[in-house]
């Protein structure tokens, strides 16, 4: 046998319309674990969907251990031994834990379930995290910990390759170390990782071997030894080099433009903060420390104990509706679910959260909303067809800047963004971040709601860390700022080491 | 906590049978006639369809769809079973065929859903409109009756005692369904297609083919059901099933089915056809007239979706809080 | 029978019920009988009034409980209207079959459980049972004969050509209504068609003779526009008989919405129309001299109520056998805007419907 | 990547909407050739017309505002119903000597709010509008039931009757429906409210987080939906003197069943009035056809689903093929 697990042959793939992969070769080391990168909408998740059985492929081939390999569904890649944990939680809520893990394995007769040996859930679970209970039903856990349950299926069926598609994208620090763990632990069994992120740090702590799409193309395969570091990834990823630094902002410090009083609900405790005009804000602390309940909750669209004061009037925010009135607007954490309308096209969309731009006493414009529509596409520079295209046919990057519109549409005071950048590749991070800082620049001010300290660390004049749900503290950015400082406030240390 | 965890739909099917528990105390109170062996296995007799049919649709609701071509399936069902027999053909025999037509009503049911990609709620409704109206042009709405039908009538009279046979069907069709809800993969497919259909497909469950499995119990059980009803009449009818979809969902999302999937249990809904049942029985008993009964079910329907729903359930969990 | 009344209103319109007066001994049981009533529906006026007169009758008559459950028109439904009166213990069950076939079985059963039943207008097929029925065919044919007659008269050169509004799917309804009607327009003229539409009367005899016959289920929206297609493709119709009271006046309003369905003087212009029942929708057409709908069959409401609560309770009281056939009959009427003046209308009308409807055809056609 | 935009050419393009009224469209048209080939006398006469018009009169005023409902990711099973209440309401105000202008209007204020009052239950409780319509379903039949005693109400001043008439050749149901749909057509292209009922049908959570009120949107559809439910009930009863308690037991299937033969998406998020109105239209002039065929109303429905699959599968061509 070859030490090639997989051999990927001229693999192409094309959806109505886009090529999503074209013509990629690259093999898979026996035991390796074999990172993939690439910018949003590279085709690494298409590659996935192949070698996995979920699409079919338009042509090529794929060896698996030498042999021709097509799958026709997942069921028949998982029995041949290619597991994998797919971008979107796989997890039913009102099944219990074994329940999800056994999904799709149980061994039956004539349909009825025979009572098998659960011993290897148990063992599986142990492994990874042990306060999770079998019994347990999925909607009780975190999401983190339905991240977990659903690691456990991929092991639980005794794969040769398992394949990951952004796995720590909403784990903490402390279980995205027990995963590596369990990677290197899966390795030296000689199982085969296909594991793909944008975290770049991820990859260099972890690839044996790193391969690299642009726009559905092969660029480089290269074991890990070849590679310098991060530029040189990012480099490969879209062909040129980003510095990303941090300018001050010009702040009033005399104008308060919101100011939190002891806000607290389920899960906030005690939050009191100011933001000044001009200012760009920044809250930084892992997941679930509440990041995006206080946006929530500044927007109206959550209930809240404590004062809200906006431009110095309490607010008793009660609803999103009120919160533009106000001239505050959100970019939400989740685009495809809760920033765009996806069936419906960029003009109609742009003007949606506020129509007074296009309409006279309620009655549309529909030039004007045509006109809007291309002013900010030109403005941003969102990459389409026209206005009247569906948002879904969009990359992520180009949605979220359909989002941006909107709110820019608002001509806002405060701009609220929850990971504005999550799930965007490096090149659309960048106009994003300079789309902020021209608002910014404009007038208005800005609380960045995020999980990536680089973001943080090069947007924001003040940061705000936070820890299960309460401040531990604020920074002032510059260059005394200390990561290291910063990383163990958030995971909870000492305030003041 | 924990008990809470273990119980959250059987809490539910509890203060549902408390709630029925409540309503036959209350109509027996006002009719002491309401309970006694007659009049209660009269309640089963009548709704074994409703019961049956609540069994399969838990299934189908519950992992995401909905079928609404039962009662023309059921329709169809009765005029081609008095055909068969009037062509001669055994009685019982016959009724196999029924549930072999029911088998084929299930897949072309899940063929214009899966395949042509129409949602479960339209795909249905069009079955419904052909069934239905296939029912009555194949007899121009006359129904059909004669000698051949006698040995199945003899069903409906038979009796043990003093329970008539349809009790025994009932019991034993709920402990197959609950059999297939617990300990087969049907059950738990069903909860996962319609909590998360991704989650399933991607865990290998070949969610097309469950389908199929979900439509096909219903499609069988609502040929039986027109069988049973050709037994029940004398003759078949083509006007048969005329309603029943409604009625057994409203049964379903009152036993505690989630409408949107993924949540469901055939004992809740068995407890919730129950209720339905006892309270057209129990106002007939009081004699309250047939139109005051549609204006309660509409309420007692929209009281339960509302104690169903998270955000009264919020509102009163603060309430009780406060 | 002791049915053979002649037809005219003027004479059947009388309210005394024919036998009432023989049930000698009103309160027999101490606590009165219970008496539980099956109609047909209660969504059509004459129905509604029927079961409206008998509990009055049954109360004032011989003090007895009654009951009534509606199955609406649904056979299932109907069996377990019957089998809940068993369960509620009732002396007796006065049932109007939905269909003739479907009740056997359940008749059967009220009578082992020793409950009397006893069925009016439809008789069950196997009928073992005393039966309460209306010379209604003959009615029929009769207002057939005429309404041919007066056409003829009308327009002696328009060839006769039927259409029929009905309940394709009810053999009672051939038997009593559409058949009959045909038989009497074809004993005044001899060339209707022959084609055959499929609809056989429960005798098997293949009913002939419209031109066009359409399903409307006694449903006023699809009488209208099943009668609208039918007016567009049958334009020189110009009997029209709707067999009752929603097929009737759908067929009216379809011919009205078309333009057509008026009279001048009481002469119809373009075609005329009959009704079946004589509610007041149907008298106030009747009466009005710019409507061509001219005639109406007149089921009589009170006098067949209080027959029903007569015979059961002879039942109850063991006058009657339970367990044999008997037939009676009740006379049924038809009325004609030629004859029958507006008073005979409207005293027939306040006898037989319970004063609830502000009908005035008098105050509001007369002089 | 940055300013591809404005590089790009702007020809005239058919979005998936435009392939979509214009492909029921042609199958409307088509519908009417046959229609006149087999019957080249009748079909387009005067009568024939105006009682295709009368037929679809009903489903077209409805079902303008049930687009909208379905528009925004809601069902609503109740509009029969509703019809059937407002007809009696209306019949037994007016046999007691209301005014009938006014019992008019009291009915379809009736109307509105029962639906207003669906729309607040589904919104406010954020709960399935398949299940909360159908309990309303069974309230308004039942209310309508009760109000008539069961039987028709007769006996109404023949005033009403000038609700529902035909003026000369021209029926009134035919000029209120072609009004209605008028002044819907101009709501779901010129308003902002029905900007909002795409984007709630589209995606509920990013229309809140956008400000946009669900529950204005939702309440405000299905008052619509309701009024102009009793205003059919309102002209069915003046149309046959009569108030049944029984009229409109299709409605809510029928405007389903125009709405998505016309292109609407029964999920939400799609859909317009003039495709609602091609398919109602096409509907009823299939019935014409059939019914001048000859065919039993039983094998036109078996007719009608299979159109319906149809129908529904072309949408899904077309949206699948037309990716703008
Ligand atoms: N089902 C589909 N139909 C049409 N186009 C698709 C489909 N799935 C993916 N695409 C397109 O194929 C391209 C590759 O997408 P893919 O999801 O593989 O990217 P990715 O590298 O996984 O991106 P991300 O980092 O955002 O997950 C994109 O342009 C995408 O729009
Ligand atoms: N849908 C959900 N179901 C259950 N728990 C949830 C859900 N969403 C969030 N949580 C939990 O609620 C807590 C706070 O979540 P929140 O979204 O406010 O955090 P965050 O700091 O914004 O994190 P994120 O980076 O995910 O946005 C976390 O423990 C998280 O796991
Ligand atoms: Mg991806
Ligand atoms: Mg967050």
Redesign the pocket.
């Known amino acids: 046998m070859s030490d090639h697990v997989l051999e990927i042959k001229n693999i192409s793939?094309h959806?109505?319309?886009?090529k999503?992969?074209d013509d990629v070769s690259f093999d898979i080391v026996r035991g390796s674990c074999h990172c993939l990168i690439?910018?949003?909408?590279?085709?690494?998740?298409?590659?996935?969907?192949i070698l996995t059985g979920a699409?079919p492929k338009t042509s090529g081939t794929v060896l698996y251990n030498g042999k021709d390999f097509n799958p026709a569904s997942t069921k028949d890649a998982m029995k041949a031994g290619i597991g994998c944990l797919f971008?979107e939680l796989n997890v039913v809520e009102k099944l219990r834990v074994e329940e999800n893990i056994c999904l799709g394995l149980e061994e039956t007769r004539f349909g009825i379930i025979k009572k098998s040996s659960n011993q290897k859930v148990f063992d599986v679970l142990r492994r990874i995290d042990s306060s999770i209970e079998p019994k347990q039903y999925i909607e009780e856990l975190s999401v983190a910990k339905r991240q977990v349950v659903e690691m456990a299926k991929a092991l639980a069926m005794d794969s040769d390759v398992i394949i990951m598609?952004?796995p720590t994208a909403s784990l903490t620090e402390e279980e995205v170390k027990r995963l590596f763990e369990i990677i290197h632990d899966l390795k030296s069994q000689g199982i085969t990782i296909i594991y793909?992120s944008?975290r770049l740090e991820e990859i260099m702590e972890l690839a044996d071997y790193v391969t690299v799409?642009r726009d559905?193309r092969h660029i480089a395969t290269k074991p890990r030894a070849e590679i310098s570091g991060r530029q040189e990834l990012i480099q490969m990823m879209i062909g040129k080099v980003i510095v990303e630094d941090y300018v001050p902002n010009k702040i009033d410090e005399n104008i308060k433009l919101i100011e939190l009083k002891g806000v607290s609900n389920k899960k906030l405790h005690n939050i009191s903060f100011d933001l000044h005009k001009g200012e760009i804000l920044g809250f930084y602390g892992l997941i679930g420390a509440g990041k995006t309940e206080i946006a929530r909750a500044i927007f109206g669209a959550d209930k809240y104990a404590g004062t809200i004061l906006v431009e110095g009037r309490d607010v008793k925010a009660v609803s999103p509706e009120k919160a533009i009135t106000n001239g505050i607007v959100l970019v939400p954490e989740e685009r495809r679910t809760q920033g765009i309308c996806t069936s419906l096209s960029i003009a109609v969309n742009t003007p949606m959260m506020n129509y007074r731009t296009v309409s006279h006493k309620g009655i549309l414009n529909k030039k004007q909303q045509g006109r809007l529509a291309r002013e900010y596409i030109e403005k941003i520079g969102t990459a389409c067809r026209d206005e009247n295209q569906s948002v879904a046919?969009l990359?992520?990057g180009n949605q979220q800047k359909v989002v941006l519109s909107k709110c820019l549409n608002v001509s806002p005071k405060v701009l609220l963004l929850d990971e504005p950048t999550r799930?965007v590749?490096v090149g659309a991070k960048q106009e994003i971040y300079q789309i902020i800082r021209q608002m910014v620049k404009d007038g208005c001010s800005a609380i960045v709601f995020s999980s990536e300290l680089p973001e943080i660390l090069g947007l924001c004049d003040r940061i705000g860390l936070l820890y299960d749900g309460e401040i531990k503290m604020f920074l002032k950015n510059d260059e005394h700022v200390e990561t290291r400082h910063i990383m163990s406030v958030v995971t909870g240390g000492v305030e003041n080491e | 906590m924990r008990n809470n965890k273990l119980s959250r739909s059987t809490q539910k099917n509890l203060v549902l049978f408390v709630i029925l528990l409540v309503l036959c105390a209350f109509f027996y109170s006002q009719n002491n006639r309401f309970i006694t062996v007659y009049n209660l296995t009269n309640m089963v007799r009548q709704s074994l369809p409703n019961f049956i049919l609540g069994c399969g649709m838990t299934f189908v609701i519950a992992s995401g769809a909905i079928d609404l071509s039962v009662g023309g399936t059921m329709a169809l069902s009765a005029m081609l079973y008095g055909y068969l027999c009037i062509w001669g053909i055994n009685p019982w025999l016959a009724v196999v065929i029924v549930a072999g037509f029911g088998v084929v009503v299930g897949i072309f049911n899940t063929v214009i859903m899966e395949k042509l990609q129409i949602p479960a709620i339209m795909a249905t409704l069009a079955t419904w409109i052909i069934t239905a109206g296939m029912a009555m042009s194949v007899c121009k709405a006359i129904p059909i009756t004669g000698p051949e039908l006698k040995p199945i009538t003899v069903l409906n009279s038979i009796k043990f005692g003093k329970i008539p046979l349809a009790l025994p069907i009932c019991i034993v069709v709920i402990a197959v369904f609950l059999f297939l809800e617990k300990k087969t993969i049907l059950g738990k497919y069903a909860i996962a297609i319609g909590g998360n259909d991704a989650a399933a497909h991607f865990s290998g469950i070949n969610v097309t083919k469950m389908r199929a499995c979900f439509f096909v119990l219903t499609g069988v059980l609502a040929g039986l059901s027109g069988v049973w009803q050709v037994a029940r009449l004398g003759s078949a009818d083509p006007t048969i099933g005329t309603g029943m979809e409604f009625k057994v969902v409203a049964a379903c999302i009152l036993g505690g089915v989630n409408i949107k999937g993924g949540e469901g249990t055939v004992s809740g809904v068995m407890i919730g056809t129950a209720i339905l049942i006892v309270l057209t029985n129990g106002m007939q008993m009081m004699d309250i007239g047939s139109f005051y009964q549609d204006i309660a079910t509409g309420l007692v329907l929209l009281a339960s979706v509302l104690i169903n729903s998270d955000s009264v359930g919020e509102l009163m969990g603060k309430k009780a809080a406060a | 029978g002791n049915g053979g009344q002649t037809n005219q209103p003027s004479q059947s319109g009388s309210g005394s019920p024919g036998t009432s007066a023989t049930s000698s001994d009103p309160g027999q049981t101490e606590k009165g009988a219970y008496i539980g009533k099956v109609p047909i529906t209660l969504k059509h006026d004459v129905h509604g009034n029927d079961a409206k007169w008998a509990e009055i009758y049954a109360k004032e008559q011989y003090g007895a409980t009654y009951e009534v459950i509606d199955p609406d028109n649904d056979l299932a439904a109907e069996i377990a209207a019957v089998e809940t009166f068993i369960g509620k213990g009732v002396d007796g069950i006065i049932l109007h079959p939905v269909d003739e076939n479907g009740v056997n079985g359940i008749i059967q059963e009220a009578r082992d459980a020793g409950v009397n039943i006893m069925t009016y207008n439809v008789k069950a097929s196997d009928c073992k049972v005393p039966f309460l029925g209306i010379d209604e065919a003959e009615v029929a044919a009769q207002m057939g004969a005429d309404m041919a007659k007066q056409w003829i008269e009308l327009y002696p050169d328009k060839e006769v050509k039927v259409g029929l509004i009905s309940w394709t799917n009810i053999a009672f309804c051939f038997d009593n209504r559409t058949g009959p009607f045909l038989k009497g327009v074809k004993t005044v003229v001899d060339y209707l068609p022959t084609d055959s539409w499929g609809f056989k009367n429960s005798a098997g005899e293949d009913l002939t003779g419209a031109t066009y016959w359409v399903h409307a289920g006694g449903d006023l929206e699809l009488a209208q526009t099943v009668t609208a297609d039918s007016i567009t493709k049958y334009p020189d119709v110009n009997i029209v008989y709707g067999d009752n009271v929603s097929n009737g006046l759908g067929a009216l309003s379809a011919y009205e919405a078309a333009g057509r369905g008026k009279a001048v003087d009481g002469v119809p212009v373009t075609e005329i129309i009959a009704s079946t029942d004589a509610s007041d929708g149907e008298l106030n057409k009747l009466a009005d001299p710019t409507s061509s709908l001219k005639y109406c069959l007149g089921m009589q409401p009170q006098t067949f109520a209080y027959a029903q609560v007569d015979m059961m309770m002879e039942i109850i009281n063991g006058q009657l056998d339970n367990d044999t056939y008997v037939e009676r009959t009740t006379p049924d009427v038809y009325f004609n805007y030629y004859k029958d003046s507006l008073q005979d209308l409207q005293d027939w009308y306040n006898t037989q419907y319970l004063p609830s409807s502000p009908l005035d055809l008098v105050g509001t056609y007369g002089a | 990547m940055s300013n591809q935009a404005s590089a790009l050419n702007r020809g005239i393009k058919f979005t998936a909407d435009g392939v979509q009224n214009l492909t029921i469209f042609c199958i409307f048209l088509m519908a009417c050739v046959v229609g006149f080939i087999l019957e080249p006398k009748l079909f387009f006469s005067p009568s024939n017309v105006t009682s295709i018009l009368v037929s679809a009169s009903s489903v077209i005023i409805v079902a303008s505002a049930v687009t909208l409902v379905l528009i925004s990711g809601n069902l609503n099973l109740s509009v029969g119903g509703t019809g059937a209440m407002g007809a009696v309401l209306f019949g037994l105000m007016t046999r007691a000597g209301v005014p009938i202008v006014l019992a008019a209007l009291l009915a379809v204020v009736l109307g509105l709010l029962a639906g207003m009052l669906c729309g607040f239950i589904i919104a406010q409780f954020k709960l399935p509008s398949f299940i909360v319509s159908l309990a309303f379903r069974y309230i308004t039949r039942g209310i309508a039931l009760v109000g008539a005693g069961g039987a028709v109400i007769f006996g109404l001043p023949a005033g009403i009757s000038k609700i529902g008439m035909t003026i000369g050749s021209i029926p009134l149901p035919a000029v209120y429906a072609i009004a209605v749909v008028l002044v819907f057509v101009w709501i779901q292209n010129k308003t902002v409210f029905a900007s909002t009922a795409y984007a709630v049908g589209a995606n509920e959570p990013a229309a809140h987080l956008s400000g946009i009120s669900n529950r204005k949107v939702v309440m405000s559809v299905f008052a619509m939906s309701g009024m102009l439910a009793a205003f059919v009930g309102v002209v069915i009863t003046s149309r046959f003197t009569a108030a049944d308690s029984g009229i409109l037991s299709t409605l809510d299937n029928d405007c389903i069943i125009a709405a998505v033969l016309g292109g609407t998406d029964i999920n939400g998020g799609r859909g317009t009035v003039f495709g609602m109105l091609m398919g109602a239209l096409f509907i009823v002039v299939l019935t014409n056809i059939m019914n001048m065929l000859g065919m039993t109303t039983y094998t036109q429905d078996m007719v009608k689903g299979v159109v319906l699959i149809g129908a529904i599968l072309l949408n899904n061509i077309i949206r699948k093929h037309v990716r703008i």
Not at chain 1, 38 to 49: M, P, V
């Open positions: 793939k959806f109505a319309g886009v999503a992969l690439g910018e949003n909408g590279a085709g690494k998740s298409t590659l996935i969907k699409h971008q598609d952004e793909i944008h799409l559905g046919f990359s992520g799930g590749d």
